[in-house]
């Protein structure tokens, strides 16, 4: 093998030792966390209640029978009104509530 240099990009994995990989965001032991920042005011309220009731009863119904892998699903929903400016905050919110400590979990 040449200098590390001279290496492929994709052949840079055979160098690094096998990690685990991270937890993914949102799952635990026991649940599995979606997120989504929809109008529940505004203009567009009403579809964004029937997409997220939608939503919600699917998951109850995987849910019922036993979630993903013994996991249940839950929806974290956040409000911007239908205005693009107002969406970072709830995002910022969601995603940071998607941030579990697997310790306490």
């Known amino acids: ?33 979606f997120g989504t920042v929809i109008p529940f005011s505004g203009i567009r309220k009403e579809p964004a209640r029937q997409m997220k009731l939608g939503i919600e009863t699917a998951f109850n119904r995987a849910n019922e029978a036993g979630g993903v892998n013994g996991r249940k699903l839950r929806l974290i929903a956040a409000d911007d009104g239908y205005d693009p400016a107002r969406t970072l905050g709830p995002a910022q919110k969601i995603v940071k509530s998607l941030d579990i400590d697997r310790r306490r979990n």
């Open 1 to 33: 093998m040449g200098p590390a240099h001279l290496i492929h990009p994709r052949r840079w994995y055979n160098l690094i030792p096998d990690l685990p990989a991270p937890p993914p965001r949102g799952v635990t032991d026991t649940e599995i966390r």
